[in-house]
């Protein structure tokens, strides 16, 4: 029987140069994905080129597609100290156009695949999936919230075109207004375009210091009806900003993962090559944490 969202699958990454090697992190999304869901396809849309033994692990198994920036985010006038998080505005709108141009399934890169995807949500038009209620920055109000880390559509979908119609009028240059805000108030308006799964098909553990301290370093076993599982890694990877979790991703590495029983390792940890197939040419690791 056909489906009404097609086994593609898209990522985004590489919309600002990155000093780093491609981490262990993102190769274990693209792998997780790869061996869980089984896709016909997966799309790896990039401006920068990664670099690196685990991008060349895993290059061979995407397909590399170019894109350039958004010309709207390009040319905001951004807040002091708010720029630096202007790519992920623009994949916010890349990741919206290229799951309607193909239609598929859209994850961010801090996405570990745990369970293959219930075949009931291949037949909606689209699927979103709820996170924990955010602080609105005018009030201090928490507002309810509809994360757009993980987007199932069938191509030219309704709710998604009508989300990204809105988009550039919500666009004000916070995290939120535009991508999990406005989602909630079309899913209100328009909940027949789509439907909401509950916070534990794709974000059991929120990104909440007390989530995430279960995620990357305690251990919860339990992932009965968990599709997937989100990173939340803007909040911790560098290893300067503490005030959501004392983990950053400098710590997380293979043998950290190989040993080390947490929630997020005890599912990655079947996604590692075998042993010794991965060496830094120098023998260490050269990442640079900013």
């Known amino acids: 029987m056909s489906r009404r969202i097609p086994a593609i699958c898209h990522f985004v990454f590489g919309l600002k140069p990155r000093p780093e090697q491609f981490h262990l992190a993102h190769y274990l999304c693209l792998e997780s994905c790869r061996q869980v869901l089984q896709p016909e396809r997966i799309l790896f849309h990039c401006r920068h080129m990664p670099f690196g033994p685990w991008w060349e692990l895993i290059r061979d198994r995407v397909e590399i597609v170019h894109v350039e920036p958004i010309g709207l985010v390009e040319g905001y006038r951004y807040r002091r100290g708010i720029r630096k998080y202007a790519y992920a505005h623009h994949a ?27 075949p009931h949500l291949f ?3 689209f699927v979103l999936g709820r996170e924990p ?8 109000t928490m507002q309810p919230s509809i994360c757009n880390a993980f987007i199932m559509s069938e191509k030219d979908a309704a709710f998604g075109r009508r989300w990204l119609e809105e988009m550039p009028s919500a666009f004000n240059g916070s995290w939120s207004e535009h991508s999990t805000r406005l989602t909630h108030e079309l899913a209100e308006r328009h909940p027949a375009m789509v439907h909401v799964e509950p916070m534990r098909t794709f974000y059991k553990h929120p990104w909440t210091r ?18 997937s599982m989100h990173l939340w890694s803007h909040l911790w990877w560098s290893r300067w900003r503490r005030d959501f979790s004392d983990f950053h991703a400098g ?3 293979e043998h950290h993962v190989r040993s080390v029983d947490t929630t997020y390792n005890i599912v990655a940890r079947r996604f590692l090559p075998p042993p010794g197939t991965v060496r830094d040419p120098r023998g260490r690791a050269r990442f640079l944490w900013s």
């Open 133 to 140: 209620a955010i602080p609105n920055p005018a009030t201090g």
């Open 92 to 118: 916010d709108f890349l990741r919206l156009e290229k799951v309607l141009e193909h239609g598929g399934l859209y994850a961010d890169i801090d996405t570990i695949f745990v369970n293959p995807i219930p």
């Open 210 to 227: 007390d989530g995430l301290r279960t995620l990357l370093q305690d251990c919860d076993r339990d992932f009965e009806g968990v599709v």
């Open 123 to 125: 037949e909606q038009p």
């Open 251 to 253: 710590l997380l590495t």
